[in-house]
């Protein structure tokens, strides 16, 4: 199989051409933030430690999450490529 088989399908999911990106029945959804709040809501279940139902304590985990995009993840990726 070609290294760009699946390129068309990716392009598909993330017309960026990045990953994360997932593919949940008919969604198709790209970056990570929106992935793990989608996956929390989607599956019921999940522990309360990973995403709290609790609003502030929510709130500060979009904090990080949003924090880690605009800065962390945008440092780093000239030292993973």
């Known amino acids: ?30 970056e990570s933030h929106a992935i793990l709040v989608y996956l929390a809501f989607a599956f019921t ?8 139902t609790e609003l502030s304590r929510r709130a500060k985990i979009n904090s990080v999450m949003d924090w880690h995009y605009s800065n962390l993840r945008n440092e780093a990726v000239d030292f993973f490529l």
Do not use: T
Request: aromatic share 8%.
């Open 1 to 30: 199989m070609s290294p760009r088989a699946g390129f068309s399908s990716l392009l598909e999911v993330n017309p960026l051409q990045k990953v994360s990106a997932i593919v949940h029945g008919n969604l198709k959804l790209s």
């Open 45 to 52: 279940g999940i522990l309360d430690h990973w995403y709290p």
